[in-house]
């Protein structure tokens, strides 16, 4: 039974819904991977959520709300465009983008004079996947890096909300603001003191953060008085399954563990109380209308429901949901599903009925002793009433780097590797999971040391399943990391050679390649290749370019680093490996012009990520081809100070202090570089280096 603990909820009776004269803010505040069950408001007694129990207590709590989606892009595009994704077309984080064409909430609302922003906080919501639309500001301020830092590709809930309440101070009504906390999604990593207090439970930890964070939102409501001016719709994008059913974190399933969502309503009358009808993600829209009086779009597919906030009894009907990530990004076969009269159906090759009245945690699969035809063609009917006649294009040109930035993030993505149409129960995401939760454990255990037992476990799985590039990907690293770098390529050309429409192997073949300093077949496989990803994926042009620079053909070079920027221009590698063909090829063929344009795409690199030590390396040398040794020394420290590790830069800045006359300066670096390299040098470079040293004595 689900139980409330913590909160009385006054009758309804004693509160009456009145509407405003005036129009009335709307605070929309989405949580990442939040389940509802990790609230105490929900009944969780681990962790304690004080804030967010707070407002529920003001507010109507919904016990039965579901996420359309279970992943962040098509979740929070069910939210603010009132659809579901057989209208608006995005179905996970990677191989789509909003169209333009669609009204989203945020238009909408300007549309009726309100002043709109949001405030995001992880790179699957960044302006590129268009939820921007409408918004007067949309900030999604996190940098963008080279490789080496991707994990910087989100901001923590206190920066979120911190900018958010810059944004909010001194507003004037009536405002739209979303907030977006990517918190608690994994890694789970805490802030102190919620790091040491849930060390072993450190999701509940991530949770009991957010809520702190929630309380310095909610006290600034609380100060200027908004609470009695603002709607206020508090949810979870989805949920989190933490092992249930086999599945460690979400994207995969759509069990409750992952679509069963908090929904909490404030509204400024602070009527309060629970509602047990199943609603979903699409049906805010529409209450967001209905609530501060603005016309409903026509093409809105959820319901208002203001009428349950106001005591009523809500329609029966589907709520429809799908968990399409691993059909888009490996090929697996697809997994739909609705709910209606607290019956569970979910289509796939192995079919599952699930009754949530008495089997919420959905323990008991009913289909194996009912016929499911009856709601597999209630599902095709469903689906059919929520599609559009002229179905709209929302698959967007997806580049590498996005792949890369959402598996930091947690995500193993990739563009889809067929189209396979006919699946058998061998495509099942239930059949395939735990090849993934395998090729994961080979993975830690190559990592904890054990790397024969994780070479072998790979291999196991690469005998038994050939269709699973995850298992070449995680094989061929291992290899890498061990510098036996034959035996990565031998992998890869393996796993060409099953799924040769893979492109996620293809492009860590070309990478191998250069790895191994073989640059004319990186050339030759790219001229080879016939995959439509070298219309939209700057990583390939990138290793193309870069095969040409180490061939020393900087001209092609150049132009495929100009490629790949006219595909993603906030690309902080490409601009500096074109900046290095520019200086190079500008030394050798003389050409002034052409070495003039490095300074400019160094600085951009720089400019893009301000950590990453490689452009400032180049852009000193730049500097010191042009006689300015004080550009030189300024960009060699900025390197140092990004990566002290950096040999190079430190050796060239002790020199560079050694030509200005400053000796102390350059003893002291060329002292330490000795303690830190000596032992690594070859006999001439020793010798040279304890020359400069005695040089720097004189």
């Known amino acids: 039974m689900f ?99 669609l009204l989203t909430l945020a238009e909408h609302l300007r549309n009726n004079g309100y002043s709109t922003g949001a405030f995001v906080g992880a790179y699957p919501l960044d302006s590129r996947f268009g939820l921007s639309q409408g918004f007067d500001l949309y900030d999604d301020k996190y940098s963008r890096v080279h490789s080496v830092n991707l994990s910087s590709l989100e901001r923590n809930a206190e920066a979120v909300i911190e900018a958010a309440l810059d944004w909010l101070k001194g507003r004037i009504s009536p405002w739209f603001l979303w907030v977006h906390c990517w918190d608690p999604h994994t890694p789970y990593d805490p802030p102190e003191p919620f790091k040491s207090q849930y060390r072993d439970h450190l999701y509940e930890g991530e949770v009991a953060y957010v809520d702190w964070v929630m309380g310095k939102l909610f006290d600034h409501m609380k100060e200027n008085k908004l609470f009695d001016s603002t709607l206020i719709i508090f949810t ?50 529409p209450t967001v209308c209905d609530v501060l009086g603005i016309n409903m779009p026509p093409f809105l597919q959820g319901i208002s429901l203001l ?7 809500l329609p029966e009907r589907p709520i429809y949901f799908e968990s399409l990530y691993p059909y888009y990004s490996r090929g697996w076969a697809p997994l739909k ?26 323990l008991n699969n009913l289909a194996e002793r009912k016929k499911t035809a009856q709601f597999t063609s209630q599902l095709k009917e469903i689906i059919a009433a929520l599609t559009p006649s002229e179905k709209i294009d ?139 990803e070298t ?22 070079a150049i132009k495929s680093f100009e490629m790949g920027l006219s595909l993603d221009n906030k690309h902080p590698e490409l601009y500096n490996n074109l900046a290095n063909a520019c200086y190079s090829h500008g030394l050798q063929s003389r050409d002034s012009f052409v070495y003039s344009r490095c300074f400019e795409y160094y600085k951009k690199a720089i400019e893009l990520d301000p950590e990453y030590p490689a452009p400032y390396y180049g ?71 304890d020359a400069l040293i005695e040089q720097c004595q004189k």
């Not at 390197?639 to 003893?667: R, V």
Request: aromatic share 10%; proline share 4%; glycine share 6%.
């Open 337 to 362: 599903g609705f709910m209606l009269q607290k019956k569970k159906f979910v289509d796939s090759p192995i079919p599952e009925l699930y009754d949530l009245n008495h089997d919420f945690d959905e």
């Open 3 to 101: 139980i409330l603990l913590g909160i009385m909820f006054a009758p309804l009776s004693m509160y009456s819904l009145k509407k405003e004269e005036t129009k009335q803010n709307f605070l929309l505040i989405t949580i990442d991977t939040l389940r509802a069950d990790r609230l105490s408001c929900y009944g969780s007694q681990y962790p304690k959520t004080p804030n967010i129990d707070n407002l529920a207590e003001r507010s109507m709590l919904f016990s039965r709300a579901f996420a359309n989606t279970s992943t962040t892009l098509p979740s929070h595009a069910n939210m603010l465009l009132g659809t579901t994704p057989n209208h608006h077309g995005v179905h996970e984080n990677l191989n789509f983008i909003v169209s333009e064409e």
């Open 535 to 556: 219309e939209y994926d700057p990583e390939i042009w990138d290793n193309l370019g870069t095969a040409y620079a180490k061939k020393g053909n900087f001209d092609k």
């Open 394 to 532: 929302a698959a967007q040109k997806v580049d590498r780097k996005t792949r890369e930035k959402l598996a930091s993030l947690g995500y193993v993505s990739s563009v889809r590797v067929s189209k396979k149409k006919d699946f058998s129960v061998k495509d099942d995401v239930k059949v395939l999971v735990p090849y993934i939760n395998k090729i994961d454990e080979g993975w830690n255990l190559y990592k904890e040391g054990k790397q024969d037992a994780g070479i072998k476990l790979l291999k196991e799985i690469i005998e038994e399943r050939k269709d699973i590039d995850l298992a070449y990907k995680r094989l061929a690293s291992i290899y890498q990391e061990m510098g036996n770098k034959e035996d990565a390529l031998a992998v890869l050309e393996q796993g060409l050679d099953a799924l040769p429409s893979s492109y996620e192997i293809f492009i860590e073949y070309m990478k191998g390649l250069i790895s191994a300093q073989q640059y004319d077949k990186v050339i030759g496989s790219f001229e080879k290749m016939n995959m439509r």
């Open 619 to 689: 852009l000193g040398h730049a500097y010191r081809q042009q006689g300015d040794l004080g550009g030189a020394i300024y960009c060699w420290e900025k390197a140092l100070e990004a990566n002290p590790d950096f040999s190079q830069a430190h050796f060239d800045l002790a020199i560079a202090y050694l030509n200005t006359g400053n000796k102390t300066k350059a003893f002291d670096l060329l002292s330490e570089y000795k303690k830190r390299y000596y032992n690594l040098m070859a006999p001439a470079e020793r010798e040279k280096l």
């Open 307 to 313: 009428p349950a906030l106001k005591g009523k009894k």
């Open 236 to 285: 979870g994008d989805h949920g989190e399954s933490l092992g249930q059913h086999g599945e460690e974190t979400h994207g995969f399933f759509a069990y409750n563990s992952s679509i069963w969502i908090p929904l909490i309503i404030s509204l400024p009358e602070k009527a309060s109380g629970r509602i047990d009808d199943y609603v979903s993600h699409v049906d805010i829209f």
